[in-house]
């Protein structure tokens, strides 16, 4: 049983900044790709930022030069740092890994963290 466990989230004002994290804990062996998700009521999930295991790294147009994903192996986090949000930005926010559980398994699994809340407004 693995689990994810976001934190952070919250109100800013604009062109401020905030930090999400995700903490993944239980079964596992190694952690592949990682990523950042939003949603905002009637839109599609949309992936905002991505993180390979081996270093690349994904940015939605909307977020490129303002947001940044980083990964912490050793301690089964990922991160993202938002600067100069906007109020567009304001949507729940889920994390989102792809974990092996097995050193014998070809294929891993996927997991999501609960969901935060991030609402830009003055």
């Known amino acids: 049983q693995v689990q994810l466990v976001e934190s952070g989230g919250g109100l800013v004002q604009p062109r401020g900044s905030l930090r999400l994290s995700c903490v993944a804990s239980g079964n596992i062996y190694r952690i592949r790709d990682v990523g950042w998700y939003r949603q905002t009521p009637g839109k599609e999930r949309e992936l905002v930022a991505g993180?390979?295991?081996?270093?690349?790294?994904y940015y939605a147009d909307s977020v490129k030069g303002r947001y940044t994903i980083s990964r912490d192996n050793a301690k089964n986090t990922v991160y993202l740092q938002m600067n100069n949000l906007k109020p567009e930005d304001t949507a729940v926010y889920y994390c989102?890994?792809?974990?092996?559980?097995?050193?014998?398994?070809?294929?891993?699994?996927?997991?999501w963290g609960q969901g935060t809340q991030v609402t830009v407004s003055s």
């Open positions: 993180y390979t295991s081996g270093g690349n790294t």
């Open positions: 989102n890994a792809h974990i092996f559980i097995s050193p014998y398994y070809v294929s891993s699994t996927n997991y």
